[in-house]
């Protein structure tokens, strides 16, 4: 059972291009929802978190749709520093922990 | 000085050696947790601490086992390495979940390989 899936990628995007990543999740009494960013060979870190109504950071949007249960982050302006492998995150109060998406892997180039 | 540390931070080792993998925190987080990552696999949870005496089993606990020695240490064991529990570990903390909201604090990782 997959409970959090995602596109592995990769998605290769020149600089200054818009991209948009999904993910979708199996368990609909799912609470939170999080974005993680990981670098090669580096720890997980907290992008952002994704709330019902939308939220904004900078470049970035995530979008929750709790009906379709699926969740999507959006990158403005790529930036080369921006190549990472970005992780779905779910947290479900029945299982105490968190859940993660094996990860989507962006690559921008100059 | 990093919030969560992991020792030793890369690790040769041979089948059927014990090994132990430490991690240390100054963050003051009850919880901490034990994941490793395979390519392909993503993370997977193998074991999980609340507090000093809670234990828990995660997704993938058979062949390992831990240990809770103080709020700040839970030290990860492979009794008898075998060649695919070769992967990176990563070590995690994090306070109660407080308005939905349920960060995790990662080490930087272990790499261990098991020959």
């Known amino acids: 059972r997959k409970e959090v899936e995602q596109d592995p990628g990769p998605f290769n995007v020149p600089e200054g291009a818009t991209v948009a990543f999904n993910c979708t999740y199996s368990n609909s009494a799912s609470q939170s929802f999080f974005w993680y960013r990981q670098d090669c060979r580096k720890e997980p870190k907290l992008l952002m978190s994704v709330y019902s109504s939308g939220n904004e950071d900078g470049r970035f949007t995530a979008q929750l749709n709790r009906a379709s249960q699926y969740i999507s982050l959006l990158i403005r302006d790529s930036k080369l520093s921006d190549s990472a492998t970005y992780l779905c995150v779910v947290y479900t109060s029945g299982y105490s922990t968190l859940t993660f998406g094996k990860g989507t892997m962006l690559l921008v180039s100059p | 000085d990093a919030d969560v540390t992991q020792t030793p931070r890369n690790r040769i080792t041979k089948t059927g050696k014990r090994i132990m993998l430490e991690c240390s925190q100054t963050?003051?987080?009850?919880?901490m947790y034990w994941y490793r990552q395979d390519p392909g696999l993503g993370l997977r949870l193998i074991y999980y601490?609340?507090?000093?005496?809670?234990?828990n089993k995660g997704e993938i606990s058979d062949g390992y086992s831990v240990s809770r020695q103080a709020q700040a240490k839970f030290s990860l064991s492979l009794e008898s390495a075998i060649p695919n529990q070769t992967a990176l570990y990563f070590c995690?903390?994090?306070?109660?979940?407080?308005?939905?909201?349920?960060?995790?604090?990662f080490g930087p990782g272990t790499r261990l390989t098991v020959l």
């Open positions: 995690a903390t994090s306070d109660l979940p407080l308005a939905g909201i349920n960060e995790q604090f």
């Open positions: 601490s609340f507090d000093v005496k809670d234990i």
């Open positions: 963050k003051g987080h009850d919880r």
